[in-house]
């Protein structure tokens, strides 16, 4: 919670009245940002309250970092002492708040006038003109001429309806010439507030925001492997034929296309067909084992291509409104030039051999990991924050970042805070799947945006409960939903068919503004898994170069492209701060809305991939007044309908199409 503190300057030296508490946003007491993205009006509520039955002024002050000012809103009261208020961020980089209160004089002894009979009126009408008077003494020009004769005004009055002078009734406000008349005048009360005294108000510590590009709260991204994607499978890829398939990502509404490591790929200890231990001659190694004799981090594979190469497809993704993401792995092979450069960087067994990396049972034979520990740490982390400055001078603007969580909170902290010190616009993915609490500091010391535990989400209950628990994060954390990686093929996609992807794509596009999808094995259902029980493709990518035919006729492409045009074409999905589940009668079927504005989407999905679902579905505040309906459009489908009544009825088929998205006309989203 954020300490509260009194004005400098008070008018007796009592102590101030008003409390301030439970701020929001406000992360871990203001050691950390709070997050929002250009175009956001950041929405601040807080408790502010006061002994007695005073009635409280509650304002929002914020300002821009370099700003000598603050800019100021009302805030309003939401009842029982809660308050809430917006502030507009229109720039990148970091804002701060602060939530101040007062005592509102003027506005209790108004309210307090109004309960008293008529008799009683004129002593108070004195007092009122003293708490007119003193705003006047504060101000100057014609507020203080119109200040001034209100208050000689009501000391002159007897009664609310007497009738004002002249002067005083042309002097302020819209009213109807009497003394109640111009106590009823909402710019004589902002007149009276605007210079009241202000020794009495508490304002609560500064609580900061960092405010990103509106990509990191709402994008769509796609992961794939160049090497994969020549048009023949005579030859492997390289990053002109991944220039290529740009035309093919903007068909699809793409926003960020995500590259794992271009760089060399070191041959000792390189993993063969599925990871195995033998590599035979043609096996490409994984891209993760990076470093060869032909460079490091800071080079381009040369079976991929050359630096030229690489700035002409960020350049030509650019033009097509899309971002190119670079894996950032901070990690070695055997054969990296930092291994015989800097060999204190790496951890020895007792024999002197540098240790590979190891996740027990798994054993990466190709992998050398970093010892943040080592003595040299300072120089180590100066050469990683070269390395992405270095990308970043390369046109990169977004990062996948491999493993995080094997890495410092201290180091991500420093390093995504210097990038972000001249390239406010640089955005970073947590790629962490790892225990919640480490997962959200991570969130907190700078990640933009956060993989997620969605793909193992399958029920009703496990997905509603797990939403919750994010929404409890939301001013730090930022989700990004992902049915599939090149890491993980869940049971679900192994064994759901056509409609466990539809649904999964349906989920991950509306419940999260952020999203991704692993392809081309997404779209073509890529569902074999290596062994029973295991998570890992067959044939995997990871060490292999593949083929995709992306004409196949039971692609998935098109039905992306339907998803991600709706996406865009809804500001209610680019959000996730008014998700609402709607009860159904059908645990198979899971409901939930998103509103921003006039924009109202519902959302139905059955998550049975096998056999039709029906049910009613409860619209809640969505529902329409008796005797009106809704008109329902299905933005899959571009069916229409008319709901009527507080619950609607469902039936979705896996074997046509086993989701709703549906746009309410005439909802109202709340």
Known sequence: ???????????????????????????????????AAVGDAVRVEADAFADGHDVLLCELRYQRDGQSTWSAVAMEPLGNDRWAGRFPVDHLGRYRFVVRADVDRYGTWLRDLWARPAEDVAAELVVGAQIVQRSAVRADGTDQRNLSAAAGCLAAARSLDDKLAD????????????????????????LVRCHR????????????????????????????FPRSTSPGPGRPGTLADVEQRLGYLERL?????????????????????????????????????????????????????TFEDFDRLVAAADRRGIAVALDL???????HPWVAEHPEWFRRRPDGSIRHAENPPKKYEDIYPLD?????????????????????????????????????????????????????????????????????????????QSYTYFAWRTTKWEIETYLGELAERRDYFRPNFWPNTPDILTETLQTGGTAAFVARLVLAATLAANYGIYGPAFELQEHVARTPGSEEYAGSEKYAVRHWDLDRPDSLAPLVARVNEVRRR???????????????????????????????????VSLDPRWRQSGWVRLGPLAPPPGTALEVHDLLTDARFRWDGPQSFVILDPATLPAHVLALEGADGG
């Open 1 to 35: 919670m954020a300490t509260t503190r009194a004005s400098s300057h008070r008018m007796s030296g009592a102590p101030p009245r008003p409390a301030i508490e439970h701020i929001r946003p406000l992360v871990e007491c203001g050691r950390f940002p709070a997050k």
């Open 197 to 224: 005294p202000s020794g009495t108000a508490v304002s609560s510590a500064p609580c900061p925001v960092v405010v990103e590009p509106a990509l990191a709260r709402f994008s769509a991204w796609y992961e794939l």
């Open 253 to 305: 509404g793409i926003d960020v296309l995500s590259l794992p490591p271009v760089h060399p790929i070191g041959t000792t200890g390189r993993k063969g067909a599925d990871g195995s231990t033998v590599a035979g001659p043609d096996d490409p190694g994984s891209p993760w084992a990076i470093g060869s004799p032909a460079g490091g981090h800071t080079a381009v594979d040369p079976a991929l291509g």
């Open 570 to 604: 809804h500001p209610a999905l680019q959000r996730d701060d008014t998700l609402r589940f709607h009860e159904t009668d059908n645990d198979q079927l899971i409901a939930y809305s998103k509103s921003w504005g006039d924009d109202v989407v519902l959302v139905v």
């Open 372 to 448: 943040f520990e080592t003595e040299g740490w300072w120089q180590l982390w100066q050469e990683l924050l070269r390395v992405v400055r270095f990308w970043v001078d390369h046109g990169v603007t977004v990062f996948r970042v491999d493993n995080p969580h094997t890495k410092p909170f201290a180091f991500w902290e420093w390093l995504i805070a210097s990038v972000k010190a001249d390239r406010p616009e640089v955005i970073f993915l947590s790629e962490a799947f790892t225990r919640p609490k480490v997962m959200d500091r991570l969130a907190k010391v700078g990640f933009s």
């Open 329 to 335: 792995a901070f990690q070695c092979s055997p054969d």
């Open 167 to 190: 002067d005083v009734a042309e002097a302020v406000g819209d009213h109807d010439g009497t003394v109640g008349g111009l106590l009823r005048s909402e710019e004589l009360a902002d």
